[in-house]
Structures are given as C-alpha cells and as structure tokens.
C-alpha cells in the first residue's frame, strides 16, 4: 500500500502526532485516508474493523496496544465468517504502520536516561 520512491524505498513520512504518545485512533485515521484513495470502496468495512479492534483494546488505545498477539486475540473473538477478512485488514493494517513510520515512531530509541 506504501508509495514507493525513485531509490525503491518508501517516502520518509512521520506521524504527525510529536511529542506524545501514538494512539490507535490516528494511525487508522491515516491508514483510512490512505485506502480511501487506493480503494475506497472498502474504507467503510475497515473503519468499522478498525473501531472493533480499538474497542477491544480499550478506547483511547495507544498503538503499541496492538501488537500481532492482540490482533490475533481480536480475530478470536469475532465470527468465524469475519475472521479472513479481519485478518486480511490486520496484514495491511501492519505493513502500512510498518512502511509509514508509526512503529518506529511509537518506539522511540536513544532516549536519554
């Protein structure tokens, strides 16, 4: 889903959020706006996958309440139907928190002591 450069690597984008810690709430916000462009014909299903798993982990979640294991206790507990195409979400849900920056962003490094 990410763009990618010239060089093959995806765009340098952080998260707008500075200074405090990332919520769920806005990287889905940014993922939604994103998929609305590449396909909006199935941003009104993801938000509502996305606003069950914020539920779930508890609203607002902080983004590093989401993890593979919390997703997949997340799938668990929705329909059987649900499940493939909940799971498909969370996959592209992760690979763009992943290319955008929102991972790295959540788990700042080197902070001084």
Do not use: C
């Amino acid at each position: 889903m990410a763009r990618v450069t010239a060089a093959g690597l995806p765009p340098v984008k952080a998260p707008w959020i500075v200074g405090r810690p990332a919520l769920l709430e806005h990287a889905a916000a940014d993922y939604l706006n994103e998929l609305a462009r590449q396909r909006p014909w199935t941003r009104a299903r993801a938000e509502d996958l996305l606003d069950s798993l914020e539920a779930y982990l508890g609203e607002p979640a902080p983004l590093l309440a989401y993890t593979r294991l919390t997703g997949e206790a997340w799938l668990r507990t929705l329909p059987e139907q649900e499940r493939t195409e909940a799971a498909d979400l969370l996959s592209d849900f992760r690979a763009y928190l992943r290319d955008w920056g929102w991972l790295d962003h959540a788990r700042p490094v080197n902070q001084p002591d």
